[in-house]
């Protein structure tokens, strides 16, 4: 009865306002992700029952939140992500960030490093060290960690196509410190899927480099309970250009594909599921539809745990995101204006109740970014946190008539586009095939679009443009003499080990990988064997080059 009352007062009042609704309804404005937007949301718009849809803060389905207090008893983790181009200086950023009380960042890696190439292969040249660390072997992990206990902190690891050989360095370093494996915590990033469509550092085929996440996942599960072994990046795909429906169903298809390879090892989702976690972006150009977006993923992400693979854990259901603020949203043009975005970030993200949140700088367009500009990143995180209120509610936004319509609708459309990639045979097919990469071609294209024909603005670039003066901003660049050392340093490595140890090891490496995927076979042993003789990065990928072949681009759609 309230719900009719209340229609037919919202109908009476349209009547009223007739003229001034049907002008601004006609302007037809809608979400990124085509969900058309009313003027007005009232309660008969929420459809959501309130019980089973959207529920309390810390009990399923998580809607509102994994945690009952929020931000209350603890905030977001501000995060950070930073490389320097040789091991040394990564060791002394890192030691002086725990002696000021801090945690390391995430540890961004160089494009040979990410592609399994050691420093003195010719397609390294002009890029060691240049993106972030160059690690060739083992001796650079100690290098890096050198007067730092890995039991004693979080260890971050951008890492994909090689991680398990990442892994395999942390593993045998902190048993050489006397490390309880229990107690050993940090993360790979390890979502090589998203590589295929969205990033491009792959190396192997499909199925085998999904064997080598399940086997870290595996591995992990077996040995290293306290470990992340998995950061499912659908933060990368708007990177490529993939709207927020496809952002979030890609990312979901990616992490329930390895899943299900685990499950079929007989490995339970309570034994692994709690080291996943998600990395998404919290900054496209709609503020409350990335709220949305963050309540929705908590809801799908329990519900499927839970009533499809079987969890029974409500720490494994709950969904851990990372959001960030993604360059691709950030603009050279009057690049100032940039930390306003990282605050809409920011914004989002706490007011979409997720766990860690790591804002670019107004800079990183140009290149690795001025220490000036963290420091306005990381204190745009202390304003929201310490001068907004925010953090004092749970979920303040929860019961909004817009947001919770909005979640509702956002839910049922990342559903649908899981469900197709489903039919189509899961996501390794919806990869080979090349669905993944036009779907996101026809997103950016759409994008671009509406950019040119003005219907999406961007302040400084399509309107509000002011022609500035400013001097050139210099990127980066990593010294050449720096480049000759780690080359240098990995030859003598070669001529200083035991060579007929690493040649044993990669024997059985290679052994192992032409066996088929399965618990038995689980390549994470061997590679450890390989980095515990000082086999190189470069080798040992090499090796699984040679039985698994490299990834072929498809050349049409």
């Known amino acids: 009865m309230y719900f009719e009352r209340l ?27 085509g969900v058309p937007l009313k003027v007005l949301y009232t309660p008969p718009d929420v459809t959501a029952d309130y019980y089973k ?45 725990i002696e000021h009380g801090g945690v390391p960042p995430y540890m961004a890696l160089d494009l040979p490093t990410q592609l399994g190439l050691d420093p003195d292969h010719p397609m390294a040249r002009g890029e060691v060290g240049m993106t972030g660390t160059s690690i060739a072997s083992l001796r650079d992990w100690e290098i890096i960690f050198d007067g730092i206990r890995l039991e004693d902190i979080f260890v971050g690891t951008v890492i994909n196509a090689p991680a398990a050989v990442i892994l395999a360095m942390h593993v045998v370093l902190a048993e050489k410190q006397g490390a309880d494996l229990g107690k050993v915590r940090g993360n790979l990033q390890n979502d090589i899927l998203k590589e295929f469509t969205a990033r491009g550092n792959f190396i192997f085929p499909v199925e085998p480099s999904l064997r080598l996440v399940t086997d870290t996942l595996e591995y992990c599960a077996q040995h290293l309970p306290a470990y992340w072994p998995l950061n499912v990046c659908g933060g990368h795909y708007p990177e490529a250009g993939a709207n927020r429906v496809h952002e979030v169903a890609f990312a979901f298809a990616d992490a329930f594909t390895y899943i299900e390879d685990a499950l079929k090892r007989g490995v339970g989702i309570d034994g692994f599921g709690k080291g996943i976690f998600f990395l998404m972006k919290c900054n496209h150009t709609d503020l409350f539809e990335e709220v949305a977006k963050f309540r929705a993923m908590r809801k799908i992400w329990a519900t499927r745990l839970r009533d499809r693979y079987g969890a029974r854990d409500a720490e494994t259901m709950k969904c851990r995101i990372l959001g960030h603020s993604g360059g691709s949203l950030m603009t050279r043009e009057r690049p100032e204006l940039n930390i306003a975005r990282t605050t809409l970030a920011c914004l989002a993200g706490v007011l979409g109740g997720i766990q860690l949140i790591g804002l670019r700088t107004m800079d990183e367009v140009f290149g690795i970014p001025t220490e000036k500009a963290e420091l306005i990143a990381i204190g745009t995180q202390h304003v929201v946190a310490h001068e907004t209120g925010l953090p004092d509610v749970v979920d303040p936004v929860g019961g909004s008539c817009y947001i919770e319509a909005l979640t509702t609708e956002f839910e049922a459309r990342v559903q649908e586009e899981i469900e197709r990639i489903e039919r189509m045979g899961g996501m390794v097919k919806a990869i080979e095939s090349g669905y993944v990469r036009k779907v996101i071609a026809q997103d950016a294209y759409r994008t671009q679009v509406d950019l040119e024909t003005g219907r999406k603005v961007k302040v400084g670039v399509n309107k509000y443009r002011i022609e500035e003066n400013e001097p050139p901003r210099r990127p980066y660049r990593y010294k050449p003499e720096e480049e000759r050392r780690q080359i240098e340093a990995v030859r003598q490595l070669r001529r200083e080990r035991d060579n007929a140890a ?14 088929p995927a399965g618990s038995g076979s689980n390549l994470v042993p061997p590679i450890i064997e390989a980095v515990r003789a000082y086999a190189t990065i ?20």
Not at 76 to 89: D, L, M, N, V
């Open 502 to 515: 690493v040649q044993k090891a990669l024997k059985r490496l290679g052994a192992t990988a032409r066996q």
């Open 538 to 557: 470069g080798e040992i990928c090499g090796t699984l080059r040679e039985v698994f072949g490299e990834y072929a681009e498809p050349t049409t759609f």
């Open 53 to 97: 849809d959207v529920g309390f803060p810390g009990e399923f389905p998580f809607t509102r939140g994994i945690d009952a207090a929020g931000y209350r008893n603890k905030l977001w983790t501000i995060s950070h992500y930073a490389g320097f181009g040789s091991p040394r200086e990564t060791n002394i950023l890192f030691r002086r960030m």
């Open 7 to 33: 229609k037919t007062a919202e109908q009476e009042w349209r009547e009223r306002h007739k003229e001034e609704i049907e002008k601004a309804e006609a302007m037809a404005p809608a979400c990124e992700d």
